[in-house]
C-alpha cells in the first residue's frame, strides 16, 4: 500500500496488481478508480483538469447546493449549479492510516465570490479510503461558527458501463421520484429497474441505501450509502451531451451513468458546533 502526494493530487496504491485511486486537490474530486487495472470511473477527454471548471467525470462533489439556483432559498441561490466545493482547491490533510487520505476544506480557501455568496463558517473533511475492490468516501460537515447553515450534499459519481443500454439501475423501482427532464413529479416507477434508451434525470426522495448497477443480471457495481437519504440518476443521452463544450467523446454517454447518492430534495440545517457524516462504499464486481 502506497500513498503518494503529488502538486495536484493524492495516489492511494495497492500495489502489484494496479489498484488505484487518484483524488485531485481540485474540488478532491476522485478522478481515476482502477482495480486489477481496469479504470472504473468515466472522465470526459474534454474535461479540464487544470482547475479552470469542475470536473467532467470521476466523482466530483456537490456541496452546498444541488442544481441552480430555485429562487426560493436565498442562503444559497447565489451560490453556481452544484455549489463551489467541485470548484476550489482543497487543503491535503494527510494520510490517516495506509490506505486512507483526507482533505479539508474551510471559508479561507474560498475565493472571495463565494466566501460572499455563501458567508458561514464551515470545515469539511473528504475521507477516502482505498480496500481491494471498493471506494469508501465519506464527509464531514462541521459548524464551528455561530449561526446554523442549510446544505445539500451529493456525491457526483460517474460509472464506467460498457454500455448504458444493456444496464440497470436496481433497488429504485415503485418508489417516486422527480423526473428532471419533463419537470415533473412521478408517483411510482412501474418497471423493475431504471433502464437506459433516453435522457434520464431523476431524484429519488428517500430511497434505500443498498443500489446496484447490473449487466445481464449480474452486478457491476454495488453502492450503500450511510446517511444519505437521496439518489439521483442521470444520463444526459444525444443532445445534452452535444451541448456541453467538455463532453467527449459525445457518444461517451453510452459508457457512463451517473448514480448519485446525497441529501438533496431538502436541505440539512446544520446548528452551530455540530458536526454531520454521510458517505458511500462501492464495490466493484469484476
Ligand atoms: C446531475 C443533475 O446531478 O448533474 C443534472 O441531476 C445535471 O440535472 C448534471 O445536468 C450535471 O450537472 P453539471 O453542473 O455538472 O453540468
Known sequence: MTVTAFDDSVEISLGSNDTKV?????GATVLSWKVAGKEQ???SEASKLDGSRAVRGGIPLVFPRFGP???NHPATDKLPQHGFARSVHWE???QVDENTVQFG???EQ???EFAKAWPYDFTLIYTVQLLEKSLKISLDVKNPGTQAFDFNVLFHTYFSVPEVEKIKVQGLSKLAYFDKVASAQVASDSSDAVTFNQEVDRVYKKSPAHIEITQDGEPLYTVDASNLKDTVVWNPWTQKAEEMSD???KSGFHQMVCVENGVVADFNTLQPD?????????KANM
Request: hydrophobic fraction near 60%; avoid cysteine.
Open 274 to 282: 455540530s458536526s454531520w457524516v454521510g458517505g458511500i462504499v462501492i
Open 69 to 71: 439556483a430555485s429562487g
Open 105 to 107: 476544506l474551510g471559508p
Open 41 to 43: 470511473l468515466w472522465v
Open 247 to 249: 463532453w467527449a467523446p
Open 22 to 26: 487518484k483524488i485531485l486537490n481540485f
Open 92 to 94: 491535503v490533510l494527510g
Open 110 to 112: 474560498l475565493p472571495a
